[in-house]
């Protein structure tokens, strides 16, 4: 695993640097989600995948921009799903990215999911790593930083509200004012990274990505996005569910399948599952 930590931390550096000086423009490119790919993307996806194939533990990769999973060393126990630079769009306009990674074991599901890290682009870079305990880094210059361990509160006041409000069912509304009316504030930039950063480090509150009724599988893909954030809330003393069930029960069928999905401390968790368990 230590390895594999070392190729995310050189990985890191080098997006940061091509972040920093790169020129923000489309390529004819589209991903497998559809989406229209910015070069950046494909550049911080091939320094990733030149870093991991230097990393014999690592069996196969899948990235949020390719649209197959690639094997890179027979011998290697570890899955690794990756998004390379989540919110892309958001860096023409100067918001703070990120990349996530879901490390697996033999298998890309979530129950075989044995580490995860994300890493926040920012007015600083922070790498944040759940193997047994999460822990927050902080890069300074080229050398990386132990700042602390990251624990969540039992109630948070941050409310980050995923989704187009027009398509929302109306119980998800109810339970969103709900939030506001208790003194919740409104924290979402639309970048999942920076979102879910800010209220691990702020000590909880509620993320939520809800099915609607215009994506009735949610947005966020669990491979990449979903099952790795799952995996730092849990191990930080939060919990991630779907509505219902804990998340990372959820099958997968595909590598880019999405799914409606909900982070947070234990107060909130539990007032989305009495609102979700007694509408469906
Ligand atoms: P993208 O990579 O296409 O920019 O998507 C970003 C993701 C995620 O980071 C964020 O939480 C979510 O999309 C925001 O979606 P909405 O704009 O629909 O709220």
Redesign the pocket.
């Known amino acids: 695993m230590r390895d594999i930590f070392e190729a995310i931390q050189r990985s890191s550096i080098r997006i940061k640097k091509a972040i920093d000086v790169k020129d923000i423009g489309y390529s004819q490119e589209q991903n497998s989600s559809g989406?229209t790919q910015l070069q950046l993307d494909i550049q911080c996806d091939m320094i990733i995948e030149e870093e991991f194939s230097r990393v014999a533990s690592i069996h196969t990769i899948a990235s949020e921009e390719k649209e197959h999973a690639v094997e890179l060393h027979d011998s290697g126990k570890y899955y690794i799903a990756y998004?390379p630079?989540?919110?892309?769009?958001?860096v023409d306009v100067n918001l703070s990215v990120g990349s996530i990674y879901g490390i697996y074991e033999k298998s890309f599901s979530g129950t075989h999911l044995v580490a995860a890290c994300y890493v926040v682009f920012g007015p600083r870079v922070e790498m944040v790593f759940a193997h047994n305990k999460t822990k927050l880094h902080l890069l300074q210059g080229d050398h990386w930083e132990f700042v602390k361990e990251i624990r969540l509160n039992n109630k948070g006041k941050l409310n980050a509200p995923?989704?187009?409000q027009q398509h929302w069912a109306p119980y998800h509304k109810t339970l969103i004012d709900g939030l506001f009316q208790e003194g919740y504030r409104l924290r979402?930039s639309?970048?999942?990274?920076p979102?879910l950063h800010q209220i691990l480090l702020k000590g909880g509150g509620l993320f939520s990505?809800p099915a609607t009724a215009d994506k009735p599988n949610g947005?966020?893909r669990l491979l990449f996005?979903v099952f790795p954030f799952a995996f730092i809330f849990e191990k930080s003393g939060g919990h991630a569910i779907d509505g219902v069930t804990r998340i990372l029960e959820r099958p997968v069928a595909h590598v880019h399948d999405t799914a409606p999905c909900f982070f947070g401390s234990e107060y909130e968790i539990e007032r989305v599952r009495d609102v979700y368990t007694s509408n469906q």
């Open positions: 989406e998004d630079l989540d919110g892309s769009s958001l995923g989704g187009t979402y639309g970048g999942m990274v979102d990505y947005k966020l996005e």
